[in-house]
């Protein structure tokens, strides 16, 4: 069973840096693709940003330049390096493997909120 655990999230001001780790366990393809997106209150699940397991990322527009994804597959962790975090950065993040199989896996999420 994949069980994936966030960590790393809490309060900063804006301006700040916070890093975001997940760590995914069970057994699972070594070709996939892991992600991290946010929900702001009231509003839908949106990307923030993807990596493959061969190291190609995508980024959402509004956080490109300020925030690294990176990942170790040996570890089979993602991280999250948030950096000049602003007011509507604020939202709980969640981690995603996949879809592996047509099925996607997701943590449970961390709250971040930066504060102006």
């Known amino acids: 069973q994949v069980q994936l655990v966030e960590s790393g999230g809490g309060l900063v001001q804006a301006g700040g840096s916070l890093r975001l780790s997940c760590a995914a366990s069970?057994?699972?393809?070594?070709?996939?693709?892991m992600g991290w997106y946010r929900q702001a209150p009231g509003k839908q699940r949106d990307l923030v940003a993807t990596?493959?397991?061969?190291?190609?990322?995508n980024y959402a527009d509004s956080v490109k330049g300020r925030f690294t994804i990176s990942r170790d597959n040996a570890k089979k962790t993602v991280l999250l390096q948030m950096n000049s975090l602003k007011p509507e950065g604020t939202a709980v993040y969640y981690c995603?493997?996949?879809?592996?199989?047509?099925?996607?896996?997701w943590g449970q999420g961390t709250q971040v909120t930066v504060s102006s």
């Open positions: 995603k493997l996949g879809p592996l199989g047509g099925k996607a896996h």
């Open positions: 069970g057994s699972f393809s070594s070709i996939n693709v």
């Open positions: 990596i493959t397991s061969s190291g190609s990322t």
